[in-house]
């Protein structure tokens, strides 16, 4: 099984940067995504990290260690529309998904 | 394409009754699977299906049922609607185990009274 852990809440202003951390146990790894969830919405994919390293997307980035079962999500240059759940998900070694409870983060003005 | 559409987007059950959450896709993907989100909790995986005619247990299949009868659709049958099954469903799919992106659909929202 995993074990997925990352932050409940973060708030940050706009324009700032804001690092969502994620650390899992697991008996197996295939890949590390991060995901975007507006209240009331339906995930939308961010970012998929298999290889140890720094992934960059326009304003967002992802890094991952997997002999330290660490990743993080980075955005950058806040803005309002940011503000929304940020779930890490582990996939194992039989290509199901993992996912944690999930990050809100609020972007103030 | 539409992806992956689901219905319906709120229902209400009465303890034990039954109904069937529909999933499609028009991707062509082998994938789909099916979660729940309770507030403030991570995705679940109740069933998944590796193509059609074949489906597998997730994290948390008891009380529910699934078929692929076909590539596109995907339903989740509840048999026997308990307050524990109130909840969040969505139904999602991708081309291949390898493929690393899993489209959701927008998510049936289920309350059982």
């Known amino acids: 099984g995993q074990n997925i852990d990352q932050p409940t809440e973060m708030t940050a202003t706009e324009g700032a940067i804001v690092q969502i951390n994620c650390t899992y146990q697991?008996?197996?790894?295939?890949?590390l995504f991060w995901y975007q969830q507006h209240a009331g919405e339906a995930p939308t994919f961010l970012s998929y990290?298999?290889?140890?390293g720094l992934e960059e997307k326009g304003r967002f980035s992802s890094f991952l260690s997997r002999s330290k079962g660490y990743s993080y999500l980075l955005l950058k240059e806040l803005q309002m529309k940011d503000s929304a759940s940020y779930l890490c998900?582990?996939?194992?070694?039989?290509?199901?998904?993992?996912f944690g409870a999930g990050t809100t983060v609020t972007v103030r003005a | 394409n539409a992806g992956v559409t689901q219905t319906p987007k709120f229902r209400i059950l009465k303890i034990g009754q039954s109904m069937t959450l529909q999933c499609t896709q028009d991707?062509?993907?082998?994938?789909m699977y099916w979660y729940r989100q309770d507030p403030g909790m991570g995705l679940k995986l109740i069933y998944y299906?590796?193509?059609?005619?074949?489906?597998d247990k997730g994290e948390v299949p008891n009380g529910y049922n699934v078929s692929r009868s076909t590539t596109e659709d995907f339903p989740l049958r509840l048999e026997l609607a308990a307050p524990s099954q109130t909840s969040v469903y969505f139904c999602?799919?991708?081309?291949?185990?390898?493929?690393?992106?899993?489209?959701f659909g927008p998510g049936t929202r289920l309350t059982v009274t």
């Open positions: 299906s590796v193509g059609a005619g074949i489906t």
């Open positions: 998900a582990v996939r194992d070694e039989d290509y199901k998904l993992s």
């Open positions: 990290n298999v290889l140890d």
């Open positions: 697991t008996s197996g790894f295939n890949g």
């Open positions: 991707m062509n993907h082998n994938y």
């Open positions: 999602a799919s991708s081309y291949s185990e390898q493929g690393y992106e899993q489209y």
